[in-house]
């Protein structure tokens, strides 16, 4: 897709020393240089973005913002605070935030209200159909009907791996809040993601 | 119970530098405890109390296979995004900051066209004055009924440090004898 402005190969990691060096290429007027920063985070940006909005037109509109913001402000980027990931995850969330707060009706599916089975996301509803048993669909689901901070918390720990330090510099929060907040999320889920079967999460899990 | 006689070394060590975690306490670091997070310190005392508390083991156990699973399928949401939504994002992005470069290019362009003209406009005002030279003009000394007449200035242009001012002679003044100006 993009060139690499430094010529190396790309990794999915967070490789600081390489982000660094497409920083510093980007600063320096080097165009190619934000392809590649897009290339490196955009996956995994839009994958938080969708986790949280669980919708893909959002999650591609605040993805988005999120690159346009991050690239016109490179220059406050301060690596001795923080990775260029969780910068660009800061500046995600908060987008999100604002998000939910203007779409809040639409994140409540009204099976929800009413009691009924879970319903599938709704910018997937074709497929969704045939996956409303997977476990897939029941996780977004089941996030769908935590608390935007509960979910944010367990995206963030699970679908992204950060650590408990990270999650609370992201959140904004102390790191004994980020804690009790997976907790909490871990309680409301158990209702909800127990009765997946067994051996479906075993498949998933030799996946 | 045993008495503080029979203790180890350890226990008495134990006693003296851990504070006592609570289930309470237990059951809050469980999530940093679940992902190894914990100082080994604390991760000891839990795994201690894990050991003797079945109501916080349960708990424990509950926690890990939430997060046993929430681990197999969390990272799945939002995968499987085509390539060519990607490629269309990132055309929106370079769109958007080619347009706030134009935007910024053309501000200062026209800041700058302000400010030249802001120049020449004072340039121009000032020039005509300026070309006229400064002549100084006579001062002259007002009598009240209209009329004026020249008041003669007479100063030295070679030596204007040396003036100093002489007050006028008054007629009755004069020192008496043996004055001096010594205190």
Known sequence: MMTNATGTSQTPQDGGTDSAALIAHALGGDQTAYGALYDRYAPSLYRLCYSLLLNREDAEDVTQESFVYAFRNLRRFDAGKSAFKTWMFTIAISRCRNQYRRFMPQLLDISDLLGLAIAAPRSEQPEAAAARSDAKATVEAALRRLQPRLREAVVLRYGHGLTYREIAEVMNCPQKTAESRVRLAHDALRGLLLPVGESLLEELLAT | ?183
Do not use: K
Not at chain 2, 31 to 39: D, G, M, N, V
Not at chain 2, 67 to 94: D, K, Q, S, Y
Not at chain 2, 131 to 145: E, I, K, L, Y
């Open chain 2, 1 to 183: 119970m045993s008495t503080l006689g029979e203790m180890t070394a350890d226990s008495v060590e134990d006693m003296t530098t851990e504070p006592i975690m609570t289930c309470r306490d237990v059951q809050r670091a469980l999530p940093a405890y679940l992902h190894r997070e914990l100082p080994p310190s604390q991760r000891g005392q839990v795994a201690r109390h894990l050991a003797g508390c079945v109501r916080c083991d349960a708990h424990y156990q509950a926690q890990r296979e939430i997060a046993r699973r929430l681990e197999a399928t969390v990272p799945l949401i939002g995968r499987g995004t085509e390539a060519g939504r990607f490629e269309l994002m990132w055309r929106g992005i370079a769109a958007q900051i080619a347009a706030r470069r134009r935007q910024i290019s053309m501000t200062s362009l026209m800041t700058s066209g302000a400010a030249l003209m802001v120049v020449l406009l004072l340039a121009l005002a000032w020039a005509p004055t300026a070309s006229q030279a400064w002549v100084p003009t006579q001062p002259t000394a007002f009598h009240g009924d209209g009329r004026s007449t020249p008041v003669a200035v007479a100063y030295s242009s070679e030596d204007t440090s040396s003036a100093t001012l002489t007050p006028p002679l008054q007629s009755n003044y004069a020192p008496a004898v043996g004055a001096t100006d010594e205190p």
